[in-house]
């Protein structure tokens, strides 16, 4: 009887063994990777998609007459505030990366300086007359020296979506442009378009 019961009990443990092995394997995990390493889960816009269309449009914007117009005719670096970036694709979209990564993509190489807007700007305002009020003598930071904005950048981002259920086309559209805040012109016009093509699995 001794011998039978081991010999049916072998397989047993070695399949639990198995599912063990196996659910371990499947296990979810999480790794760590580079940051500039595209993870493309989805046709979705992404991270890259953000970064790249800000680095290409910028490079692109300083290209055009107006940047060496100016820097012929001024010292410095020309002043620009971003006005509005408006979202009006079929899905949720950061507008506040997207325009992080278009300031960072400019001062990083130093060619534009930029000021802030709205509501920023009203609590660096609140800031100075908290200072004002309470920072000792010499410290507090002065009234009336803010620095103007010669140009406002303003734009849209804009998304087509076309599917026959078994693969589906995303195509996305970023339009900028760049206005002379003095004359009033419209200086630089730039667009970048992304298309994705996904099959069933991504969607």
């Not at 979810?28 to 992404?46: F, M, T, Y």
């Amino acid at each position: 009887m001794l011998m039978i019961k081991s010999r049916f009990i072998a397989p047993a443990v070695v399949a639990s063994a198995l599912v063990l092995g196996l659910t371990a394997c499947s296990s979810p995990g999480v790794q760590r990777i580079d940051v500039n390493q595209e993870v493309a889960l989805s046709d979705r816009w992404n991270d890259t998609d953000s970064r790249l269309v800000a680095e290409e449009m910028m490079a692109d914007m300083l290209t055009f007459p107006w940047y060496s117009n100016f820097k012929v005719s001024h010292s410095g670096n020309p002043t620009v505030i971003v006005q509005s970036i408006r979202n009006k694709s079929h899905e949720h979209i950061p507008v506040d990366t997207f325009i992080n990564d278009i300031k960072r993509s400019l001062l990083r190489a130093g060619t534009v300086d930029f000021v802030v807007g709205g509501a920023e700007r009203d609590d660096v305002r609140d800031e100075r007359t908290d200072q004002e009020l309470n920072a000792a003598p010499g410290t507090a930071a002065e009234f009336g020296l803010e620095q103007g904005a010669g140009f406002a950048l303003s734009g849209t981002i804009n998304s087509i979506v076309d599917s026959n259920g078994e693969q589906r086309v995303t195509y996305y559209q970023v339009d900028l442009k760049l206005i002379d805040m003095t004359s009033n012109r419209e200086v630089w016009n730039g667009q970048k378009k992304i298309k994705k093509l996904a099959d069933k699995g991504f969607f």
